[in-house]
């Protein structure tokens, strides 16, 4: 009988439960029953719990709730997608039922789910069944009812994983989707394997996780190294800001002087560098000699322990210290210098210039099949000038994310809903600083009514997905979120689209192109359009976004 969880107790089962899912995170992605290729509920829910066991390994709290506060906190910060800001939520809700706890008993544990659980539910707009909000909650009312006669954490846990397989189990009927597909929900599965993890420790079998567990076969095995193989220690990699004339050559030149595996890119704005070498900080001093840093990350590939840099003490010979410092909680924040500010999130070099060139203050790379996580967002947050900020996450998955940020910083944070990268562009060309904060965010959530946006991308799985048979690897367009067609020809479906778009009056149509897609081809997409709808003004634009072939938006 296990009746009391200290901390280091405590510290295992998460990591435990984190580990079940990096075991398993492939096959809760294959869970997505949508054919396009975002199936990442399994990669964001273990990157998102992994953020907390870098926390607690970094910290080792020695209460129970100290614990739940460090894990709290860095899931919060590390959430990605949807999935994973409901797992930190839950987190969250129970690390505010666990204060005052040294040691954990059952009725704290079975009351921090439940708590864990309001929360999730609080902070979901529009609570849907048969998701990972329904598999918790039946978890945590399970948990209640033993607690009331039970006190064995061994019987608890066998109480929960009963429960909780059955409710994930009727997932499959709570939601059509789900049925069609006949599977259950990614989420509450990934939810399943964290508590199942947690249990496996408690029976004296923590799961770890292997090179070969984290990696397909298709990766290198980089244990086949030693660590003498590693010429350079540092894995450097910076963007600063060109606030000067300086030759950005003469850095390149520096840089491949002091190490190897040098990517250097740069623009009329921002350097971007990476090398691998032993005098971190001399480079980085030598980089502040173009301007403010905009972000910093120096791995120790010897010991594969990651942290962030974000300032570097110089000592009295103008070098910056050599050793990697640790990350501070909240990143620094810019003072305002204006009212407004707006951070946009994209991917794509094309795109991003599109953002930049309507006045975006930072962006933060990201979209489709790449979550950027609650501390990304709010990294940019901080560095905005203004008072308040208004985040623009441009993709559905990435909209809750963004959210969370507000509570972490003094800036006022405001996520406009925008779900696409076109919703985003008509929401910042309508951005006028002379509204008030209420009138300006119904302008802008307004604007991204005003575009419908098509989406061509390809089946990443075989699917009969609502009646339509689709084949992986066909072309596949998409509609406001739902599919238009599938098949191995593009007119056809451009075709489908253009019959879609026909049923509005359209002025204004713009054709995002991939980073797949030559200049020819779009322009041949484009002028479709023109023939289409000979009274709008069509135009091809670069975005070189990845995943979709084109991004067509119609107002």
Do not use: W
């Not at 030693?226 to 300086?246: A, K, S, W």
């Not at 740069?266 to 560098?273: F, G, L, Q, T």
């Not at 990268?421 to 008030?436: A, H, M, R, T």
């Not at 019959?499 to 192109?513: L, S």
């Amino acid at each position: 009988m296990i009746q009391y969880i200290d901390a280091a107790a405590y510290i295992e089962m998460i990591k435990s439960g984190a580990a079940l899912i990096e075991r398993n995170k492939q096959f809760v992605n294959e869970l997505n029953v949508f054919p396009v290729p975002d199936g990442d509920t399994g990669t964001n829910m273990s990157m998102t719990i992994n953020a907390g066991v870098t926390a607690l390994s970094q910290k080792a709290p020695k209460t129970v709730t100290a614990v739940a506060d460090t894990a709290a906190g860095a899931l919060l910060r590390g959430a990605r997608g949807n999935s994973g800001v409901i797992l930190s939520l839950l987190f969250r809700g129970m690390s505010k039922a666990l204060k005052s706890v040294t040691e954990m008993t059952v009725v704290d544990f079975s009351a921090a789910l439940s708590e864990g659980v309001t929360a999730a539910y609080k902070a979901v707009m529009r609570p849907t069944e048969g998701t990972i909000l329904t598999v918790s909650r039946l978890v945590a009312e399970a948990a209640a009812r033993y607690s009331e006669s039970g006190e064995d954490f061994m019987e608890l846990f066998e109480t929960l994983i009963s429960a909780g397989d059955e409710a994930l189990a009727g997932t499959t009927e709570q939601n059509p989707v789900l049925k069609k597909a006949g599977v259950v929900d990614s989420g509450g599965q990934g939810y399943m394997f964290l508590l199942k993890g947690m249990y496996a420790c408690l029976q004296g079998d923590p799961v770890t996780v292997s090179g070969n567990d984290a990696r397909g076969s298709d990766h290198a095995d980089f244990a086949a190294f030693r660590d003498e193989d590693i010429t350079f220690t540092y894995c450097t990699e910076f963007i600063v800001n060109r606030e000067n004339r300086r030759s950005p050559e003469a850095l390149r030149d520096y840089l491949s002087g002091v190490g190897d595996s040098l990517v250097f890119v740069e623009d009329d704005e921002i350097i971007k560098a990476h090398v691998h070498t032993d005098q971190p900080g001399d480079v980085l001093t030598q980089a502040l000699k173009y301007g403010s840093f905009v972000s910093v990350k120096i791995e120790n590939m010897r010991n594969q322990h990651t942290q962030l840099v974000f300032t570097s003490e110089s000592d009295e010979g103008g070098k910056a210290t050599e050793e990697p410092v640790s990350a501070p909680e909240t990143p620094v924040e810019a003072a305002p210098e204006k009212k407004y500010g707006t951070v946009a999130v994209c991917a794509g070099e094309g795109i991003g210039e599109v953002f930049r060139n309507l006045g975006a203050d930072a962006l933060v790379t990201g979209g489709q099949t790449m979550n950027p996580s609650t501390e990304d967002i709010l990294t940019a947050v901080q560095s905005v000038p203004a008072e308040v900020v208004f985040v623009l996450p441009n993709n559905k998955n990435i909209i809750m994310a963004a959210q969370q940020c507000d509570r972490l910083t003094e800036k006022t944070v405001i996520v406009i809903p925008s779900k696409t990268i076109p919703q985003g562009v008509s929401s910042l060309i309508s951005f006028d600083d002379s509204l008030s904060t209420e009138e300006l965010t119904e302008a802008l959530t307004e604007a991204t009514k005003s575009v419908k946006t098509a989406q061509i991308t390809y089946a990443s799985r075989d699917s009969d997905f609502d009646g339509l048979k689709i084949n992986a690897g066909e072309y596949l367009a998409l509609l406001e979120g739902g599919i238009v067609g599938s098949g191995r020809d593009l007119a056809e479906l451009l075709s489908s689209v253009s019959r879609r778009f026909a049923e509005d009056d359209c002025e204004v149509i713009t054709v995002y192109y991939g980073e797949d897609v030559d200049e020819y081809s779009a322009n041949a997409v484009a002028a479709k359009f023109r023939s289409d709808f000979p009274d709008a003004d069509v135009t091809a634009v670069y975005g070189g976004q990845p995943v979709y072939y084109y991004m067509i938006s119609a107002e």
